[in-house]
T-cell receptor, first 117, second 116 residues
Framework: AQTVTQSQPEMSVQEAETVTLSCTYD???????LFWYKQPPSRQMILVIR??????QNATENRFSVNFQKAAKSFSLKISDSQLGDTAMYFC??????????????FGKGTKLSVIP | NAGVMQNPRHLVRRRGQEARLRCSPM?????VYWYRQLPEEGLKFMVY????????ESGMPKERFSAEFPKEGPSILRIQQVVRGDSAAYFC??????????????FGDGTRLSIL
């Protein structure tokens, strides 16, 4: 079974500080992609960052970066210089495989991040 | 707005009624996915459609739920004889269908279905 675990239901961070959200996953596939999605109170689902499993280099998008540890099946999200607009639920997700089901995103339960002024 | 469009944003139904949720994919996208989000949970895959074809409906409940993506018009998720347990946010996503497993799925704003 393919699973995603986010062990931190809630986190908070002071504005301008750095915060790391953790995620672990389990799959027997060797070909997969990992994603972080952000869901603000408006309930949109916004793609934050994407990582290809076969790439060693960690993905970065402006203030957002990941720490991808393939052997440990860990995919954490670091948010630098936190802003009030970063307040949201953050979901870790992945797509794995090359055959049937390889388009199904599997999501974790989410981490609720609050940025404090 | 060239994004994924879902309507209505909120839908209230009484038990036993039918709910119809609509999704227009991003311009140029021909692949549509429906996901359901129960309270305090992540999104769960329901169904994957291409124009006029259901590719995978393994996440759909066996009864009362159906989906279509006609040649013309939006994709429709239909729930017949709704029950309280159908209350959830339903998200549609679309992709261009390049065949890459990592191609991003772009989500709409969701439809929040409430059953009285």
């Amino acid at each position: 079974a393919q699973t995603v675990t986010q062990s931190q239901p809630e986190m908070s961070v002071q504005e301008a500080e750095t915060v790391t959200l953790s995620c672990t996953y389990d799959t027997s596939e060797s070909n997969y992609y990992l994603f972080w999605y952000k869901q603000p109170p408006s309930r949109q689902m916004i793609l934050v960052i994407r990582q290809e499993a076969y790439k060693q280099q960690n993905a970065t998008e402006n203030r957002f970066s990941v720490n991808f540890q393939k052997a440990a099946k860990s995919f954490s999200l670091k948010i630098s210089d936190s802003q009030l607009g970063d307040t949201a639920m953050y979901f870790c997700a992945f797509i794995a495989g090359s055959g049937a089901g390889s388009y199904q995103l599997t999501f974790g339960k989410g981490t609720k991040l609050s940025v404090i002024p | 707005n060239a994004g994924v469009m879902q309507n209505p944003r909120h839908l209230v139904r009484r038990r036993g009624q039918e709910a119809r949720l609509r999704c227009s994919p991003m311009k140029g996208h021909s692949h549509v996915y429906w996901y359901r989000q129960l309270p305090e949970e992540g999104l769960k895959f329901m169904v994957y459609l291409q124009k006029e074809n259901i590719i995978d409906e393994s996440g759909m409940p066996k009864e009362r739920f159906s989906a279509e993506f006609p040649k013309e018009g939006p994709s429709i998720l239909r729930i017949q004889q709704v029950v309280r347990g159908d209350s959830a946010a339903y998200f549609c996503a679309s992709s261009s269908g390049t065949g890459s497993i990592g191609e991003p799925q772009h989500f709409g704003d969701g439809t929040r279905l409430s059953i009285l």
